[in-house]
């Protein structure tokens, strides 16, 4: 165990991946804030006094229910786009905005394609992608990544969407297939989250694991990153400092 | 129709696609320039008056037959690195080459993975990118396909392998999964290609067609890319000329 800089780093060079992997919604790009954005921006037309961080907050919190449906085989395959549209639908109801259109209710569906990146994300990834394959492994859907890379300038080698393994993390599946696709056998690739539990669920099926922290993930004061549950391979502040502990 | 430049375009701005999708080997990259030097390379220590282009040509000559043992489902689902193997095998087998170490046949496998770009490829992706989402769609496998972006440049948005459909081209499978994982319906997608058959196949699947010109991909004075077999939705003789037909 090393200090590299801001970082801490529990493996040698020699076990530095070939693949680093990246969840999205909250370690790579402030959801909150875009959400709370584009809900005020196109809704407070129907009615005045919108809380868009509120309104972002009730959508995000059907995330995790929506995808236990699937999960659990309780209903076929869905990509996150449709769970989205449905969990919006649900909010609007419960907030008095049955009102809605349908083309306003895609575009913030859409919105979920244009999340702002954290402001470490852009250099970070540049100075990452010089030395190793980086991409999304994501329970967004291939489109809404690709999408999101093209908007928000995110330098993806590959795009790993939840379709290339048909399962939701934390299923081993998820993370299994990610590094299947590449050919490469688990311990070759790391998964960088803000979040232990995608961490402790990657860990279980060999990859390694980079911990950054994302304090403002639920706004600021509000709980963010819990500090971490396990030592985790690699822990950095922010991507940039991500990329010197992996030598990029 | 318009003659748009140097090229023939045969459908209006109205109907171009949102992702521009690539046949990859003859069409983005030069396998058999490649091959031969990769060949030249690694093998001449083995055997003198090894011919560099002979051997590429039996290499990729099993191509098509080993592919179609997975289409017609003689063989479980299998990757073209590893059907690349075998069919190295066979070729050093008959070329008096047996003595070629396991070292040596992965790394020439591996060339597969660096194949150089025909000269106006990188600017013509570069271009397509500004615009439309850009990716291969091509019988390569995802980490095939990442690593020869990555090693020789390609700024693919996305990449949409083999095991995307897990059906080889050109399966109607192939296309419309390819399609359906940028959730974009068929029309919306163009299959840029140097081969009549290919494009007939996406043709067929509902995608738009781009064909462009290889005439070298088979060597100087062989036939390379045959007169376009049908009229295509657009007909370029380089990528540079494609990404002007398409506004780019």
């Known amino acids: 165990m090393s200090n590299f800089g801001r970082s801490t780093v529990r493996i040698s060079p020699e076990a530095f991946p070939e693949a680093v992997l990246f969840d999205v919604f909250g370690t790579v790009v402030d959801w909150r804030s875009g959400i709370a954005r584009a809900v005020e921006a196109r809704l407070t037309s129907y009615r005045s006094g919108i809380d868009g961080y509120a309104i972002a907050d009730q959508w995000r919190g059907l995330y995790q229910p929506s995808m236990e449906a699937v999960r659990s085989g309780k209903r076929p395959w869905t990509i996150l786009d449709v769970l989205h549209r449905e969990s919006l639908d649900e909010v609007l109801a419960k907030n008095d905005l049955r009102a ?108 390694l694991t980079g911990y950054v922290e994302r304090p403002n993930e639920y706004g600021p004061g509000k709980p963010g990153s819990q500090p971490e549950s396990e030592p985790w391979d690699v822990v950095s502040p922010n991507f940039d400092a991500l990329a010197t502990a992996l030598g990029a």
Chains 1, 2 share one sequence.
């Open 100 to 207: 809605v259109t349908d083309a306003d209710r895609q575009w913030l569906v859409n919105a979920w394609h244009r999340l702002p990146p954290w402001p470490d994300v852009s250099v970070g990834l540049m100075r990452l992608k010089a030395k190793y394959i980086i991409g999304p492994l994501s329970n967004g859907n291939v489109g809404l990544l690709t999408r999101m890379g093209k908007n928000v300038g995110l330098p993806w080698d590959v795009i790993l969407g939840a379709e290339v393994a048909r399962a939701y993390k934390p299923l081993p599946e998820a993370y299994r297939a990610a590094a299947r696709a590449l050919n490469l056998a688990p311990e070759r690739v790391m998964l960088v989250a803000a979040h232990n539990s995608d961490l402790a669920a990657a860990r279980r099926e060999g990859l």
